[in-house]
C-alpha cells in the first residue's frame, strides 16, 4: 500500500485526487495536512511514502502588497516541505507546478521551449521547483508537473467564468483557436501512476484533445438545452484585440503533445464527456 500525504488541506487537486483514489482503498491510504502556521512542522513524515504538495496561492490578483506572500507560500514553504520529508525519509515528493513557468501566452511549448515567468504565480512556481529539485538523491525523487488549465466540477478560474456566460449568453464568437486543458479525473489518474511507477523529472499532462473555445461553450450550453448562436462576425475584432482576457479566451496556447507522455495510460475521459461530467456534478 503507497501512503500518501498532501500538504493544502483545502485544495482543489487535493481533494479531488484523495476522491479518486478512493477507487482503490487496498492500494493507497490518503491523508491531508494544513500547513497554515507551525504545527505541521512537529509532525512526523516518517509512515509515508510519498507527499503531493499542492499548497499554493493562485487565483489571486497580484499587487504590490501580496507579492511577498507568493513567494513565502508558493517557494519557501514548498521547499520546508521538501526538505522535511527528505530528512524523515520520505522517497518520493511530488510538486505541482504549473504551466505559467514558461512565461508563455500564445503558440506551442515544446521541450526547448525555456522557462521565462511573467508572474509572481510563475516565477515563485519556478524558483520553488529549483530549490526542491536540489534536494533530489537517489533516496529521494522529485516529480514536477506542470499542468496546464485544470477544469472541473466547482474549479474556480476561467472555466468557471465561462461556464456561467455560457448559460446566459444567447449569441457566441465562433472562433478558430486551440488551448491545452486537462480534465480533473485525468490529472488525478496521472498523478497516481506518477506515484506507482515512483516517476520523477518533469512532466507536462494534459488531455489528448486540444481545447477549441466555442466549441467548449457550445458543449456546456448543450448540457442545459440551451441553444447558442455562433457567429465568425466577430472574429476581425477578436483577432485585433490583445488584451489579456481575450489571449486566454480566444488565444492559442498548446504543450506539444509529444511532451505528454502516454496521453492514453491517463485520459481516462474524453472532452466532450468531461464536460457533461462537470457540469453534471456542479448541478
Known amino acids: 500500500m503507497k ?26 491510504s490518503v491523508d491531508k495536512l494544513s500547513i497554515r502556521g507551525n504545527h505541521w512542522k512537529e509532525i512526523s513524515f516518517k509512515k509515508y511514502d510519498v507527499i503531493l504538495h499542492v499548497a499554493a496561492i493562485v487565483h489571486q490578483k497580484e499587487t504590490k502588497e501580496n507579492l511577498d506572500l507568493y513567494y513565502r507560500v508558493n517557494r519557501d514553504l514548498a521547499y520546508e516541505v521538501a526538505l522535511k520529508a527528505k530528512e524523515d525519509g520520505v522517497d518520493h515528493f511530488i510538486f505541482m507546478s504549473t504551466m505559467n513557468v514558461y512565461g508563455v501566452d500564445s503558440g506551442i511549448i515544446t521541450n526547448d521551449t525555456p522557462c521565462d515567468p511573467k508572474t509572481a504565480y510563475g516565477k515563485s512556481k519556478l524558483e520553488a521547483e529549483e530549490l526542491v529539485n536540489s534536494l533530489q538523491d537517489e533516496n529521494f525523487l522529485v516529480a514536477i508537473i506542470r499542468p496546464p488549465m485544470v477544469y472541473g466540477p466547482n474549479t474556480a478560474g476561467n472555466y468557471s467564468l465561462l461556464s456561467e456566460f455560457a448559460k446566459k449568453t444567447p449569441i457566441f464568437p465562433d472562433f478558430d483557436n486551440k488551448r491545452s486543458m486537462i480534465y480533473i479525473d485525468n490529472l488525478n489518474e496521472f498523478i497516481r501512476l506518477i506515484i506507482d511507477n515512483e516517476n520523477y523529472g518533469i512532466h507536462t499532462p494534459q488531455n489528448s484533445e486540444y481545447v477549441n473555445t466555442s466549441e467548449m461553450v457550445r458543449l456546456i450550453a448543450d448540457v442545459y438545452k440551451k441553444n447558442i448562436y455562433m457567429t465568425k462576425i466577430f472574429n476581425p475584432i477578436i483577432n485585433r484585440l490583445r488584451f489579456n482576457i481575450v489571449n486566454k479566451v480566444f488565444g492559442n496556447l498548446v504543450y506539444d503533445l509529444k511532451m505528454s507522455g502516454n496521453l492514453k495510460s491517463y485520459n481516462r475521459t474524453n472532452f466532450k464527456h468531461s464536460i457533461k461530467q462537470t457540469e453534471l456534478e456542479k448541478k
Do not use: C, D, H, M
Open 3 to 28: 501512503r500518501i500525504l498532501i500538504t493544502g488541506e483545502n485544495s482543489y487537486i487535493g481533494g479531488k485526487f484523495t476522491e479518486w483514489v478512493a477507487q482503490w482503498p487496498e492500494k493507497y
